[in-house]
């Protein structure tokens, strides 16, 4: 039988919680032989296989257009969608713009901080992506695994990975359990 | 008793228990966040449901008594889905972002009721509306996005100190917890007591002292008491490297069940002063660090030289210090000639205690709790907003139950506004107290006067509570205790229920009185004087007594202006870093501990004595309790 393929990628997060992904280290290689790591943001493949992978994992919110496209894609391609982090989970530090309107979040990062220049200006081309206002994984697309934790523990990231390559739903309890 | 069956448990409690309280008896565990031992019920989170046999619907365990042969369930599918609703519910409404809080990691009793169902994720749609954050305390910070609206702080400030400064304004989602009409905290009426702080479930309302210096496992918690005033409050000290991170009020102690004010929790903990590192000698005009074996000679040769030209010495303790150095202190100089000694502060108004319990036909005080729980409280000569703060939280928290509050006092006293009746004091305390006396005589029914509404009230009263404070004031001192005396003669007379307490000042002035340091100090003629002033503000008249004495020997935490002329100065540990035995305003002997270590260099109050009485070859020792004049105890433990 075929390995099952898994496949990453990242969204409106800080990329910590795929560095805890590497923080299995050596016990990657125990992931390899039991599954087929595809398209993620630290190998070559960018894009999940279009005829589908069994795992999807997906880290951080979704914060803009281009997010949702990506969340979207992954959704449809992958059997079982892992929300990886708090970010994915509940939307997390990038949700804390929420509080705030989205114009008043570009105001702020692209004319009033200190290190702007009076050039200053929100950058707006149709080529960029449209912000949103940021929502968990689960507001925009299915969710069949959470994984929170701010990263989640390698530990915890070993398990759900073994447990998914072996066709299983991992149950995260006790010190696998941390929103934190 | 009535008999309940909760998870197949058989269960007897006494009628009128809740059935979260008879679970908790029986060991089952019913989850819960508005609930707290020490306050009233609210059911206001509703996490603790139960499924009861026969009823419609779950049932919130906090509030709900128990009835005969109820039949509870509180581990079904139906409790467990509903718990996690409920919690769902609670998260989803503000920000409850784990990753950036300050009580994650097991602080946190929602993220543990999260934890303990199992939840992973929260599966409704999170409302993103700002709440406000008022950071106008100096001691803490309430953020009202952390806050899931449990209310026990409001309970906690109404009930526990009777101040009634927080409340909740507005309704349902927008409901936001506010101070007074919704003045920022730190202009309100708030006394800063923290007592909201250590009952807070989440992180709405966070010590900023504690905050981010580690969660409440990886620290050491060492039971204490406050030595601030004589009440003597528990403490439980919460440290780590040896630095004290944050104090809150001991639930299990007997004399303040957990409540502290601001004095206690949160003063010790924002201390700018200079800390005194080393001993120091006077060589000339400056002041050189000097080793304490340096330092203990030249204090040594100090009273040598005085014994030898016959010279008068003075030495003076504060009265916060513990048993064991009061008691060598005494020992120490009574043995040096021509010494005489005393506290640094007079505790001459101690001796009125006796006299009032000789005096009164009620033999003895009694505990602080019992006179505030009485029907009619009378405050005589003692302001409890600014001292015996705990004291005063005891009397009003009664008052909306229905205690009345009489109020004899001559200074501007802040506890007027909460006061039924205030006596007039014009004619000053004595002539106040004997016009209730000749008015409870009366058999008028007009209310008109002060004096008549007092004592309609007592009158009315079935049990009557005295506290007493510092009421020896200059020569009126006899006529004020025999007027205290007639008025509590004419309450018992009257078949009332009695009790009285005083107050009596420093947290160890009580033992400093029962061991002799009572009688004041002649200040005449001093030549040599030591101060161990260890951490006590001293007096400004004190410090002008001491103005022309030549030789100062001073063992102080801090720099001053008496460490600033002395010739020998030895630093002093702080509370706590020191450790003893207090006797509190009721009798109680309760014990200081050490929390945290001092540096090397600084030595105890008792090291310093004993290094001294080393040099002079006289003989200390700890056994405090002998040196206790037991005639002159006035409160019920025999000690």
């Known amino acids: 039988m075929a390995k099952p393929k898994i496949a990453s990628d990242w969204l409106a997060g800080c990329a910590g919680c795929h560095m805890s992904l590497l923080d299995i280290d050596e016990r990657i290689l125990q992931v390899l032989e039991l599954a087929d790591l595809r398209a993620t943001p630290i190998t070559d493949l960018k894009e999940p296989d279009e005829s589908g992978v069994a795992v999807g994992i997906l880290e951080g919110g979704i914060n803009n257009s281009a997010n949702e496209e990506v969340a979207h894609r992954m959704r449809s391609r992958c059997k079982v969608l892992v929300a990886l982090g708090d970010c994915a989970v509940f939307g997390g530090i990038p949700a804390m713009r929420n509080f705030f309107t989205i114009e008043e979040s570009l105001r702020r990062a692209y004319i009033e901080t200190p290190s702007t220049d009076e050039s200053g200006k929100i950058p707006s081309d149709p080529e960029l992506a449209v912000p949103t206002k940021v929502r968990a994984l689960n507001e925009v697309v299915d969710v069949d695994i959470f994984v929170p934790g701010c990263p989640p523990d390698a530990d915890t990231i070993f398990y759900v990975l073994s447990e998914l390559a072996q066709g299983r739903k991992p149950v995260l309890t006790d010190d696998k359990l941390q929103w934190h | ?639």
Request: negative net charge.
């Open chain 2, 1 to 639: 008793m009535v008999s309940i069956t909760i998870d197949g448990k058989q269960i007897q409690v006494p009628e009128g228990t809740t059935v979260l309280r008879a679970a908790e008896s029986a060991d089952i565990k019913i989850p819960t966040l508005c609930d707290h031992p020490q306050l009233t019920p609210y059911g206001g989170c509703r996490l603790c449901l139960v499924e009861v046999e026969g009823a419609r619907t779950l049932q919130p365990s906090c509030t709900l008594p128990v009835m005969p042969n109820m039949v509870v369930h509180t581990d079904t599918e139906k409790v467990t889905d509903a718990r996690k609703f409920v919690l769902t519910l609670i998260f989803s409404e503000r920000n409850h972002f784990c990753m950036y809080c300050q009580v994650s990691g097991g602080d946190c009793e929602l993220q543990n009721a999260a934890y303990a169902e199992g939840m992973t994720h929260w599966p409704l749609q999170t409302n993103y509306s700002p709440f406000t954050v008022d950071a106008s305390n100096p001691y803490f910070v309430i953020d009202n996005n952390r806050c899931i609206l449990c209310r026990r702080c409001v309970r906690a400030c109404a009930e526990l100190v009777g101040n009634f400064t927080l409340g909740i304004e507005d309704r349902g989602a927008n409901s936001v917890l506010v101070a007074d009409l919704g003045n920022p905290i730190g202009e309100s009426t708030c006394i800063s007591c923290g007592t909201c702080v250590q009952v807070c479930p989440t992180g709405a309302i966070i010590d900023r002292q504690s905050a981010y210096n580690g969660r409440e496992q990886d620290l050491t918690h060492i039971k204490s008491i406050c030595t601030a005033c004589s009440i003597g409050c528990g403490l439980n000290v919460l440290t780590r490297d040896n630095r004290v991170v944050r104090i809150d009020g001991d639930w299990d102690a007997q004399v303040n069940h957990g409540l502290l004010c601001a004095k206690g929790r949160f003063e010790p903990l924002v201390n700018d002063k200079e800390r005194i590192a080393t001993a120091m000698v006077r060589k000339g005009a400056r002041m050189k660090a000097a080793t304490t074996k340096e330092a203990l000679n030249a204090a040594v040769n100090l009273i040598k030289a005085a014994e030898k030209d016959g010279a008068m010495v003075g030495a003076f303790i504060t009265a916060s210090a513990s048993a064991e150095e009061l008691h060598q202190f005494i020992q120490l100089f009574e043995n040096v000639k021509n010494a005489r000694y005393g506290t640094i502060g007079s505790i001459g108004y101690l001796q009125s205690m006796k006299t009032l319990a000789l005096l009164a036909k009620i033999e003895r005080e009694s505990d602080l709790i019992r006179v505030t729980d009485s029907d009619c409280v009378l405050v005589i000569g003692a302001d409890l907003i600014l001292d015996h703060q705990v004291a005063g939280f005891m009397v009003k928290r009664n008052l909306p139950a229905g205690t009345k509050l009489i109020l004899a006092s001559n200074d501007d006293n802040q506890l007027a506004p909460f006061a039924d009746a205030i006596l007039d004091t014009k004619m000053g305390l004595v002539g106040a107290l004997e016009d209730l006396v000749v008015v409870m005589a009366e058999k008028k029914t007009d209310l008109t006067s002060n004096a008549a509404k007092a004592a309609a009230y007592l009158k009315e009263a079935q049990s009557v509570g005295v506290i007493i404070g510092e009421i020896a004031v200059g020569s009126s001192t006899a006529k004020v205790l025999e007027a205290v005396t007639s008025l509590l003669d004419k309450l018992s007379s009257d078949g009332k229920t009695v009790k009285y307490i005083t107050l009596k000042g420093q947290s160890n002035a009580y033992a400093a009185y029962l061991l002799g340091l009572d009688k004041p100090v002649d200040f005449h003629d001093l030549e040599t004087v030591f101060v161990f002033q260890s951490e006590e503000i001293l007096d400004q008249t004190f410090i002008q007594e001491l103005e022309t004495v030549p030789n100062l020997v001073v063992q102080s935490c801090y720099t001053n202006s008496l460490t600033a002329k002395a010739q020998v100065v030895f630093p002093s540990t702080i509370w706590a870093e020191n450790q003893g035995s207090y006797i509190n305003l009721e009798g109680k002997v309760q014990h200081s501990n050490q929390i945290i270590r001092p540096t090397e260099s600084i030595p105890t109050l008792v090291e310093t004595m004993q290094g001294l009485a080393k040099s002079l070859g006289s003989k200390v020792d700890s056994n405090w309790s002998d040196g206790l004049d037991r005639h002159k105890i006035v409160t019920v433990p025999k000690l």
